[in-house]
Structures are given as structure tokens and as C-alpha cells.
């Protein structure tokens, strides 16, 4: 069976349970036969469109800042400019979500510090690929590509994803729906790139926002950034504890653990003034 075939196979196996809109998808890598296979696996899908294809960096960064796709298979090792100077040169708003696709699989940890949603090695198969597609439907649908609301203030009208909506609350979109979220019962938040995920109980909320801009308009007394990925809601730590390795976490009343590398001391001091 070849590739087209194979991810025909994989893809029809099961129902849609995603969004219906067509992913815009932005392809960038310096080998041609590459982003031909991977083009011609993702024409397959109607709910794929590959709208761009790019063969080295500055290219890619002027394609992403005109196109504006909500996605990007992003090789790494490209002459001149790498796949992380690329993300490096564009604004917030310009940057699509991203799956890296490369030969080599030492950049993993960089790619996930990153906030790539994937990290696939070439070549991609078919049903690693279908795997790689539903999990980006998913954050899509949860709110990477949540349109600007001009009828909100705050930050969905600069980022499109989450606002403050006056003191002690956000308003989050997701799949066409539109929800509050009150300060207090965010658990903690966790940094996606140019994106935030409000963890609140067993949901997770996705916003357009970074996290010091989500450090602005939080209240200073409750919440504390605790690493760089990191904020946590202060009353919802239960205990401080020791992790492997040196590292350390905080235990939050429904027993989820965030890690810590900023000072143990000074999460401590700021838990009992409390």
C-alpha cells in the first residue's frame, strides 16, 4: 500500500470529531521530494489545505506573516535560517501552530520547549501523520484558531483567543462557544508559545496570550509564575515537595503536581503571607 493510500486508510478508519473548517497549512522544508510526499498525503483529506509551500527560512517567515496558516510542518536544518529562527523572526500574532518535521531527532527537547505541538521524524508515516493531524484538530478547535471578537476588550481583541472581561474573570471561546472563566477557580496555567492553556478542575481552557501578558492581568497577590512555563494559582497549593533530580513541585488541592524551578523559598514565603 503507498503513502496516499495508507493515510486514506488511517483517516477514514473513524468519524470526524473535530472542527469541520479546513486546516490552512503552510509546508516548509529545503528537500522538494520531502514536501512533495508530505503534500500529497495531507491532499487527501477535503479538511486539509495546503495553502504554501517554502524552501528556506526568510521565505517561510514572509509566507507565515502573509498567508497566515494555521498550521506549519517546519523542517529544521535548513541553510541560513533554521526552522527555530524562523519562529524567532515572527511576532506572536503571525505564528501558526507548528509540528516540526525533520531527519534528526536530537532537537526534540528544543522543538517542545518551543511549543510545537509534534515532532516528527522523517519520513513521516502514514498513521504517524494521522496521529500528529487529530491532535492539532483538537488544540485548533480548542482555540489556536479562534478568530478576533471586535464585541470584547482585553485580550481577545489584541490576541483572538481569551479576554479580561472587568475584574476577576475571563471570557474563553471554543468551538463556537463562549464561556466564563472566573480567576479563582484557575488551578494554574501552562505556556503553549504564543498560546496559554487555563487548567480549571478536569477542563483545560486554550487562550491567545503569552504569559507575561497573562502576568498583567492576573492579581499579583494570588498568582505566581513559578517557572517559565508556569503560573500558579497560589491558593490552590496544598503542599510543596521534593521531585527526582533536585527538582521540586507544588501539590495543589486536587492532588495535580506543577513543577517549580524558581526559588523554593520564595514560593514558600509567598504561600504564608497568604
Known amino acids: 500500500m503507498d503513502d496516499d493510500r495508507a493515510y486514506t486508510a ?43 509551500e517554502c524552501a528556506e527560512g526568510t521565505a517561510a517567515v514572509e509566507a507565515m506573516r502573509e498567508l497566515r496558516p494555521d498550521l506549519c510542518f517546519l523542517d529544521i536544518n535548513m541553510p541560513g535560517m533554521n526552522g527555530f529562527d524562523v519562529l524567532d523572526s515572527l511576532r506572536p500574532e503571525d505564528q501558526p ?26 519520513p513521516v508515516s502514514p498513521e ?44 474563553v471561546r471554543s468551538g463556537g462557544r463562549v464561556s466564563f ?25 486554550m487562550v491567545r496570550e ?11 497577590d494570588g498568582f505566581m509564575r513559578v517557572s517559565r512555563s508556569t503560573i500558579v494559582n497560589l491558593r490552590r497549593v496544598k503542599e510543596l515537595c521534593s521531585q527526582p533530580v533536585g527538582a521540586h513541585a507544588a501539590v495543589l488541592v486536587d492532588a495535580q503536581r506543577v513543577p517549580i524551578t524558581r526559588s523554593l523559598r520564595e514560593v514558600a514565603d509567598r504561600l504564608s503571607a497568604l
Open 10 to 52: 488511517a483517516n477514514s478508519s473513524q468519524p470526524r470529531l473535530f472542527c469541520m473548517k479546513p486546516i490552512r497549512i503552510l509546508l516548509v522544508d529545503d528537500e522538494r521530494i520531502g514536501r512533495s510526499r508530505l503534500r500529497r498525503m495531507l491532499e487527501r483529506d477535503p479538511l486539509l489545505e495546503v495553502v504554501g
Open 97 to 122: 501552530a507548528v509540528i516540526f518535521v525533520t531527519a534528526y531527532d536530537e532537537h526534540a527537547v528544543r522543538a517542545f520547549e518551543a511549543a510545537a505541538l509534534d515532532y516528527l521524524l522523517k
Open 128 to 171: 504517524r501523520l494521522k496521529k500528529t493531524l487529530d491532535r492539532a484538530r483538537a488544540r485548533l478547535d480548542a482555540g489556536l484558531s479562534s478568530p478576533p471578537d471586535s464585541s470584547t476588550n482585553g485580550l481577545a481583541a489584541s490576541r483572538g483567543g481569551g479576554a479580561a472581561v472587568g475584574p476577576g474573570r475571563f471570557v
Open 181 to 205: 472563566v472566573a480567576v479563582e477557580e484557575i488551578d494554574w496555567i501552562e505556556a503553549a508559545g504564543n498560546y496559554a492553556i487555563f487548567h480549571v478542575g478536569n477542563k483545560s481552557h
Open 210 to 220: 503569552t504569559m507575561s501578558g497573562l502576568e498583567t492581568q492576573l492579581p499579583a
